[in-house]
């Protein structure tokens, strides 16, 4: 490289390194900026956690690639897939990492743009070189005129080995099963979720298809375009599956897309997703960052049926300096003697009152500006407020979509067709088509919960300058951005509304940094 290369590449880093908004300790894109950002192909493998993810160069999708030992720090191996002459694709987009029968060698399963799905083998103990399979697209993209157009969109793959054979979930307008003995011939069984047995809404998609047991039970997660990450928990046996409930782990205003997980040491679900943008693409563009991914969560099922969520423990490791600790009882708002945007935040709420009860982040002197996460204990849901978090012009919030519910079947079924257009076109973009800064509900992402034992609710928070995930009960996640006007937008402050609290067991930590790149 070129001396005046090497300058440009350190300025560069230097002036994302600076930004208020790119985390610190979060997994954030190593090309700078990447729309979209969804995490593929995860997988455990000799030691180490890979992850791969979709970026862009000169428009082109690829696949990257880190790895982790402990889920904290990463590093960057070369460029994973790209499209080239000798392959039929024109870009990479979302897939899977599953593993070769005979000896256990790691396989990524993906979506080749405008050619089908796609395999390629890994040459390398370290996955740092793939090999495409001279069979690709194993399963073309169905065309208008071909039978199976109405049965199937060869999009999304998601790829395991049971029993001797491969299998594979196709997501799309409808997720279908396809089976293989070789890797080569892939043939369609039929849908994976019978139209009937639906719990989700008409006009929503199944895409990024993720498949695992989980305790006694079968977990089918999977996005829609429209709404986010959710899953169905069922019964799965010999290639049927057959829903039972349903949950939606991305609420109303919320920013977690394109879910990916694998299968670690000990038997632990470990979960990532795509923290999605709420800045318009000029913003992006010109503070050349963007593409920020989850906390590592952990999954198991809980009591009621449902998968329960939680940071991993190796997050703990983080915590370099604590600053608040104590119990401490309070009616109205009390600011706390600390500052910052790279924070975790654990207590506990009671009220014997009708209150909001929680925690000011982001705030600024003026109160211009300001972040409130809460627990309302007359509506018993845990509330992320961000309709006062800034005061930028260039930002949107998510649509507040209707669910169709007494919605005219003709609507539904024209948002569906939308939808249908919109893969078939790879459209990407989890936003609404004309992006608008507004106030109101639209801000303000909100959580059922009820208390848990001593009419508490517990809350782990997770700032890191433009990322908040909130943990609830060890249970539920709630994932949003912000993006304060002003650097000095980082004050920390309690707050009652409504009558008194107690905040119980409260630490704030400061959390040490590992993303250099």
């Not at 249970?475 to 304060?484: A, G």
């Amino acid at each position: 490289m070129q001396g005046k290369d090497i300058g440009a590449v350190r300025r560069l880093r230097a002036k994302l390194l600076a930004n208020q908004y790119r985390p610190k300790y979060h997994v954030v894109s190593p090309e700078g900026s990447s729309i979209p950002f969804d995490p593929n192909g995860a997988i455990y493998y000799k030691g180490r956690y890979h992850l791969f993810y979709i970026f862009q160069d000169e428009g082109i999708h690829k696949w990257g690639h880190i790895s982790s030992h402990d889920l904290l720090h990463w590093i960057q191996h070369p460029t994973a897939l790209s499209p080239d002459d000798q392959s039929p694709e024109e870009g990479i987009f979302s897939g899977s990492a599953f593993t070769l029968m005979e000896d256990g060698t790691p396989l990524l399963m993906y979506h080749g743009v405008n050619a089908g799905n796609c395999v390629a083998i890994a040459d390398d103990a370290s996955l740092n070189t793939w090999t495409k399979m001279p069979a690709n697209p194993i399963v073309k993209i169905p065309l208008p005129s071909d039978k199976e157009y109405h049965l199937f969109t060869s999009w999304d793959p998601h790829a395991w080995q049971e029993k001797g054979l491969y299998r594979a979930i196709f997501g799309g307008p409808e997720p279908a099963m396809f089976v293989s003995k070789d890797l080569t011939t892939w043939t369609y069984q039929g849908p994976f979720v019978e139209r009937g047995q639906r719990l989700n809404q008409g006009y929503e998609d199944y895409s990024c298809p993720d498949f695992f047991a989980l305790g006694d039970k079968h977990i089918f997660m999977f996005i829609s375009h429209t709404r986010g990450v959710q899953y169905y928990v069922g019964r799965y046996e010999d290639g049927v599956f057959t829903p039972e409930k349903h949950e939606r782990m991305n609420q109303y205003g919320g920013q977690f897309f394109a879910n990916e997980s694998l299968l670690g040491p000990g038997d632990r679900r470990i979960l990532w997703g795509w923290i999605t943008e709420a800045r318009q693409l000029e913003s992006l563009e010109e503070e050349e960052f963007s593409g920020v991914l989850s906390l590592p969560r952990v999954l198991k099922l809980g009591i009621d049926g449902l998968v329960d969520v939680s940071p991993v423990e190796e997050l703990k490791q983080l915590r370099a300096q604590v600053l608040v600790v104590g119990t401490t009882n309070l009616k109205g708002r009390e600011r706390l003697s600390l500052r910052g945007r790279q924070l975790e935040v654990v207590l506990s709420v009671s009220s014997n009152d009708l209150t909001k009860a929680g925690v000011v982040l982001c705030l600024h002197e003026s109160g211009k500006e300001e972040t409130l996460v809460y627990y309302d204990f007359e509506t018993q849901e845990v509330v992320v407020d961000t309709s006062r978090a800034s005061l930028r012009k260039d930002l949107f919030a998510p649509v507040k979509l209707v669910d169709g519910l007494n919605c005219p079947r003709e609507a539904i079924e024209a948002r569906r067709a939308s939808i249908v257009k919109e893969i078939q076109d790879n459209a990407w973009l989890p936003v609404p088509e004309e992006p608008t800064r507004q106030t109101g509900e639209c801000y303000v992402q909100r959580l059922r919960m009820s208390l848990r034992e001593g009419k508490r609710i517990d809350l782990r928070i997770f700032l890191d300058a433009s990322v908040i995930e909130v943990f609830v009960n060890n249970s539920k996640c709630l994932s949003q951005r912000v993006y304060p006007s002003f650097s000095e937008s980082d004050l920390v402050a309690l707050f009652s509304e409504g009558g008194e609290s107690t905040f119980h067991e409260m630490s704030v930590w400061k959390l040490a940094p590992t993303n250099a790149w």
